[in-house]
């Protein structure tokens, strides 16, 4: 380990918030990928005598309406809704950091991509997607199944669709970034463009980015319930937190933990990511480092 | 002493009276909810049940049906049938005869002219009367004498009872309409709120899309009816909140079509203050077997009749698919008191419903089992089942909605139990009954292997509904997608069925017909029927005389409610 990196570390471990949401987040990664195989009761057996049952030894999170075990609901479902919303993110993420860079650091770059960001922004989602689930879903389907033909679907639309704001933002802050002093330096001493972008600006950009991937986790698993909601997405018997959530908000009264257990993952993911992305904003900027 | 006496009498008398034979409007104020607001109390004025059912509180058809879907004379004296002369031997005329002395709300007397300027005023050129194909094909309507009415239709009727019949086809009062002809209807506000009826109440004050007061109508041709003097029907809200004001606070004693989950009711029912009543028609949730190909390699004859489908063809695979259902679990989950298990498409009016079908509802897992093995489908690999390389892989849709995705999940999982396999879908309901030929996800298109929709058909003729499935009928290119034989049906004995059908007259004979029709596809097993759908709708303990009727007004008998203690 070299010292910068165990200087990021150290700062890192100073962040409480950071370190706890880490916790979490390495818990539920473990728990959706290892649960399943713990506890082993299939996420869609239907057992219709334990239809709407509480809490109990044989259930631990309670069945919903048509006996399904909540619990194993839970892993399956999270691990899809994790493992959809890290690869559109991924996606979202690496398009948004190099069209930002390109286009806030090559000027002649900078209008014709920054139009195709407003190009992406104006156009309507929904109709889109729908054009593109209607052209891709069968022959994705025939290649790879319907649920990772769907994944790869799924994962790659919301990806495309959403790295324009971190595009944006990312943009702004390399523009400002490279008439910094210790920039110009670097560039006066000769330093190649690719130098110069991977060594000293990526680094200062790296907190927004960091953010917008925080803030584009939880929107990922949104959308993607919303795409399972509108038929476009997974079958519907297919679980996900976004879907789970869905289908209980009918018997909020009735049976609240039913809307409280995928809302509660949802959420907690969604605000781990955050603080990481801060930990890590604070331990990567040279700034903050003592 | 005696004037002791006196009072004592006066108040026994006061306490006996209502309770032995009760006065009009001694009962005094009614209060109903319909979750959905009518904006006018002309149904000839729009399509919209709400308006149509707030209308037959003053406006009433010569004929209505009751809650079993039989004819009931009303205005009219008797209902004119071919065995009692009223229908013509050629079935191109129909003579109704008014009862006498019946009165409008204004004291004036109803004759035929009311009648005939009814059928004028919904058929006139210029006007967009939303009934008019009520009176589809009528050719002529004129007065004989006073009270007695003639209808000559341009073809051979065998189902006359379009005009003038039920809760959309009411008589209107011709003075107070003279002025209100085709292109004028809409303008004569005055009439268009108020009418002048002949039913139980009059409007008193009309406020469109929120509430109407009515009062009795003391021209009532019953003398002790209605028991309420007065009506505030109110509108507007939503279903669960009419359904709490009629059972767990009792602010409104009647509420209207409360479509809710089952546990949900069951839950305000516990409050004790009122009743959930049910009633069924015609509405029958289903799956659709597709006997053509959905295979996507074929491009534009996907779903076609030029291929047939590889193992659905096949009756034993669509038997056994019925046998493996249990749909008394279906409603218990899904409708509850709104619901029951069906093994017909055609359920209702009672003289056509079929018993040689019942059998499917109980599930039978091991029969289905046996049938396949007997068919030659082996288990392979996963217990799907396979035969020729064929496997039985299912793709079941139908559009979004949590009841069916329930369905699904559980009929997946009885599908798996037999060898089925099964992957789901789900379309937005816009969408899925969008009916856009540019669209591969409607129901018509049917590029799955089977779906799931609930459908019905208007008033109690089932003629052409049971046309639906003639082989003409089948959606495909050349119709641009549209037709109502969804499964692609098509067999020339049930197309006989279908032409015998429209020349029958007689009541008995179609309804022989029509079971026959029914039994035809229920045993060709290309539509499994799985739930009858009812409307539901709640009423406070104290409201008496209530008879849910799904063939024609809620409100239909409103003259007889009353309040019990």
């Known amino acids: ?290 | 002493m005696k004037t002791a006496f006196t009072l004592i009498i006066a108040i026994f008398s006061l306490y006996v009276a209502p309770a032995a034979h009760a006065a009009r409007g001694a009962d005094g104020h009614l209060r109903i909810i319909y979750w959905q607001a009518p904006s006018t109390m002309n149904p000839y004025l729009s399509g919209g049940t709400k308006e149509i059912e707030a209308a037959s509180l003053v406006l009433e058809p010569l004929a209505r049906y009751d809650q079993n879907g039989n004819m009931k004379p009303w205005l009219a004296e008797r209902v004119p049938t071919l065995e009692n002369g009223g229908v013509s031997k050629d079935l191109r005329t129909i003579t109704w005869k008014l009862k006498g002395g019946l009165k409008w709300a204004d004291g004036t007397p109803v004759t035929s002219k009311d009648v005939v300027f009814t059928w004028k005023y919904c058929t006139h050129p210029q006007g967009g009367c939303s009934q008019s194909e009520k009176y589809n094909d009528v050719k002529n309507v004129e007065a004989l004498d006073a009270l007695t009415v003639r209808v000559t239709f341009g073809i051979a009727k065998p189902f006359p009872y379009g005009p003038f019949v039920g809760a959309q086809a009411p008589i209107i009062q011709a003075a107070q309409f003279a002025d209100c002809l085709g292109a004028r209807a809409p303008r004569c506000t005055d009439a268009n709120f108020k009418p002048v009826g002949t039913g139980p109440f009059s409007v008193a004050e009309f406020r469109p899309n929120d509430v109407i007061s009515f009062v009795a109508n003391s021209n009532y041709r019953d003398p002790a009816r209605p028991a309420f003097a007065r009506v505030t029907f109110k509108g507007g809200g939503d279903a669960t909140a009419a359904a709490r004001s009629v059972l767990e606070t009792g602010e409104f004693d009647y509420a209207w079509n409360l479509q809710l989950a089952p546990d949900v009711l069951a839950n305000m029912k516990k409050a004790g203050k009122g009743v959930v009543i049910s009633s069924f028609g015609t509405l029958v949730e289903r799956i659709v077997v597709n006997l053509t190909n959905p295979a996507s390699r074929l491009g534009k004859e996907r779903s076609t009749a030029k291929h047939p489908h590889p193992f659905l063809s096949d009756p034993s695979v669509r038997k056994a698919l019925s046998m493996a259902i249990d749909r008394k679990l279906l409603v218990e989950i899904g409708y509850g008191p709104a619901g029951r298990p069906t093994c017909n498409i055609l359920p209702a009016p009672a003289i056509y419903k079929s018993t040689a079908n019942d059998g499917c509802l109980m599930q039978d897992i091991p029969g289905a089992n046996k049938l396949l093995d007997a068919a030659g489908w082996k288990r392979g690999s996963g217990g799907v089942r396979m035969k020729n390389g064929v496997k039985l892989s299912i793709l079941y849709q139908t559009s979004t909605n949590a009841v069916r995705q329930d369905f699904q999940a559980l009929i997946k999982q009885w599908w798996s139990k037999i060898g089925v396999e099964t992957e789901l879908r789900n379309i937005s309901a816009s969408v899925f009954f969008g009916g856009d030929p540019a669209s591969g996800d409607t129901f018509q298109k049917f590029q799955a292997d089977v779906q799931m929709y609930a459908n019905n058909f208007d008033g109690t003729d089932p003629e052409s509904y049971m046309a639906n499935w003639a082989c003409k009928e089948a959606p495909r290119p050349a119709t641009q997608w549209q037709g109502n034989n969804v499964p692609r049906y098509c067999d020339k004995a049930y197309d006989a069925l279908i032409a015998k059908m429209a020349r029958a007259g007689a009541l008995k004979e179609r309804a022989r017909l029509a079971r026959a029709m029914n039994d035809m596809l229920m045993q060709a097993y290309v539509l499994i029927p799985l739930v009858d759908r009812g409307r539901v709708s709640a009423h406070a303990k104290t409201l008496g005389g209530v008879v849910l009727n799904t063939w024609d007004s809620e409100l239909w008998n409103i003259a007889d409610w009353r309040r019990v203690k």
């Not at chain 1, 950071?18 to 649960?35: E, N, S, T, W």
């Not at chain 1, 919903?64 to 991924?90: E, F, I, K, P």
């Not at chain 1, 698993?221 to 009918?250: C, N, Q």
């Open chain 1, 1 to 290: 380990m070299t010292s910068a990196r165990r200087g990021t570390w150290a700062q890192f471990r100073t962040h409480r918030g950071a370190v706890i949401g880490a916790g979490i987040l390495l818990i539920a990664a473990f728990a959706v990928l290892f649960g399943p195989h713990l506890w082993s009761i299939d996420p869609h057996l239907i057992d219709i005598r334990a239809r709407n049952q509480g809490i109990s030894f044989a259930h631990p999170l309670g069945a919903d309406r048509l006996g399904r075990d909540t619990l194993a609901r839970m892993l399956a479902g999270g691990r899809v809704s994790l493992a959809v919303a890290g690869a559109a993110m991924g996606l979202a993420l690496s398009l948004g950091a190099v069209i930002g860079v390109a286009s806030g650091y090559f000027r002649r770059l900078d209008g014709p991509l920054m139009r195709l960001t407003d190009l992406f922004l104006a156009l309507p989602l929904l109709p889109l997607l729908l054009v593109i689930i209607a052209l891709f879903r069968d022959a994705l389907r025939a290649a790879f199944g319907p649920e990772t033909g769907i994944f790869i679907l799924i994962a790659s639309v919301i990806g495309a669709t959403s790295w324009m704001k971190t595009a944006r933002i990312v943009r702004g802050e390399v523009l400002a970034l490279k008439e910094r002093e210790f920039v110009l330096a670097s560039g006066a001493l000769g330093a190649p463009a690719g130098r110069l972008i991977f060594r000293h600006i990526l680094p200062g950009v790296i907190s927004p980015i960091m953010i917008s991937a925080a803030l584009g986790v939880g929107d990922a698993i949104i959308t993607e319930s919303a795409l399972s909601f509108l038929g476009l997405g997974f079958p519907p018997d297919f679980p996900t937190w976004g879907r789970l959530l869905y289908d209980s908000t009918d018997y909020l009264q009735q049976y609240p933990g039913r809307v409280l257990w995928p809302g509660l993952a949802i959420s907690l993911t969604v605000l781990s990511i955050n603080y990481v992305g801060d930990g890590l904003r604070d331990a990567l900027d040279p700034r903050t480092r003592g």
